[in-house]
């Protein structure tokens, strides 16, 4: 069993910072590739950034400069920096887990949070 509880969302002006976090439950949990997705009203979801256990990382080419993802593997917690804001960034923030194992089990299957808004004023 995997659960994934997000938090950091909110409203914040256009130039502003803000840091989402996701925590992932269980005990033995290894998760090689983490990331966050976002959906805005009307849109479909899309990839902001990603992370492997390794410190691997990617971004979307529109917050490449701004967002900065991390993690901490002991703490099983994912972090995203967003910095320089834009009302472009305005959406639902999901976490998303890949490759988890516990134990000896593997899970065939990725994981989501239950997602975090975030807003950004012009």
């Known amino acids: 069993q995997v659960q994934l509880v997000e938090s950091g969302g909110g409203l914040v002006q256009a130039g502003g910072s803000l840091r989402l976090s996701c925590a992932a439950s269980?005990?033995?949990?290894?998760?090689?590739?983490m990331g966050w997705y976002r959906q805005a009203p009307g849109k479909q979801r899309e990839l902001v950034a990603t992370s492997t256990s390794s410190g691997t990382t990617n971004y979307a080419d529109s917050v490449k400069g701004r967002f900065t993802i991390s993690r901490d593997n002991a703490k099983k917690t994912l972090y995203l920096q967003m910095n320089s804001l834009k009302p472009e960034d305005t959406a639902v923030y999901y976490c998303?887990?890949?490759?988890?194992?516990?134990?000896?089990?593997?899970?065939?299957?990725?994981?989501w949070g239950q997602g975090t808004q975030v807003t950004v004023s012009s």
């Open positions: 998303n887990a890949a490759g988890v194992s516990s134990g000896s089990v593997h899970y065939g299957r990725a994981y």
């Open positions: 269980g005990n033995g949990l290894s998760i090689n590739i």
